[in-house]
């Protein structure tokens, strides 16, 4: 009965450390296979793959114990979930492209509208510093009357132009 026993015992030993063996041979492999993916191997044995759009986890128990058939089942699903994740994070990228153009042009459009509203106001103060009136929008001098919207866009030539003209009438 001891001999038998410690058969039993060393049997089940060797079963142990042949299923150590499979469970270590099994893993090795099979994590490489998802590292040339771009997994990356945790400290527990867990392999991991992240984006700012989400991450895979895979646990090592999950490489070690299941069959082959099993494992070539959950490599597609992970590589196809690691495709969604790429293509949701190069999705957010071109959004926030997107954001980032329309908020440079809202900038620009906004700086060139202050920059003629600011050159208009330039222009109606010439005209009241030259004696004129500020009626709304007209500016008055004695029968001279100017709409202040008839050279809020116009070029300097053509207010210089307006100007000198003004003055003529004004003498």
């Given at each position: 009965?001891?001999?038998?026993?410690?058969?039993?015992?060393?049997?089940?030993?060797?079963?142990?450390?042949?299923a150590d063996e499979r469970k270590a041979l099994n893993y090795e492999k099979r994590s490489f296979k998802f590292e040339k993916e771009g997994f990356e191997v945790a400290e527990n044995g867990n392999l991991l793959f992240s984006t700012e759009s989400g991450q895979i986890l895979i646990q090592k128990q999950d490489l070690?114990?299941?069959?082959?058939?099993?494992?070539?089942?959950?490599?597609?699903?992970?590589?196809?979930?690691?495709?969604?994740?790429?293509?949701?994070?190069?999705?957010?990228?071109?959004?926030?492209?997107?954001?980032?153009?329309?908020?440079?042009?809202?900038?620009?459009?906004?700086?060139?509208?202050?920059?003629?509203?600011?050159?208009?106001?330039?222009?109606?103060?010439?005209?009241?510093?030259?004696?004129?009136?500020?009626?709304?929008?007209?500016?008055?001098?004695?029968?001279?009357?100017?709409?202040?919207?008839?050279?809020?866009?116009?070029?300097?030539?053509?207010?210089?132009?307006?100007?000198?003209?003004?003055?003529?009438?004004?003498?």
């Amino acid at each position: 009965k001891a001999d038998f026993d410690e058969t039993q015992r060393k049997q089940a030993e060797e079963a142990k450390k042949q299923a150590d063996e499979r469970k270590a041979l099994n893993y090795e492999k099979r994590s490489f296979k998802f590292e040339k993916e771009g997994f990356e191997v945790a400290e527990n044995g867990n392999l991991l793959f992240s984006t700012e759009s989400g991450q895979i986890l895979i646990q090592k128990q999950d490489l070690e114990e299941i069959s082959n058939e099993a494992f070539e089942a959950l490599f597609d699903a992970k590589k196809r979930e690691k495709e969604t994740l790429l293509n949701r994070s190069k999705d957010l990228q071109k959004q926030r492209e997107a954001d980032a153009q329309r908020k440079a042009e809202e900038e620009a459009e906004k700086k060139k509208s202050d920059e003629i509203f600011e050159r208009w106001n330039t222009r109606i103060k010439t005209f009241k510093n030259n004696g004129f009136e500020h009626l709304g929008n007209i500016l008055k001098f004695e029968t001279i009357e100017l709409n202040i919207n008839d050279f809020k866009e116009i070029s300097e030539i053509e207010f210089s132009d307006l100007l000198i003209s003004t003055n003529k009438k004004k003498a």
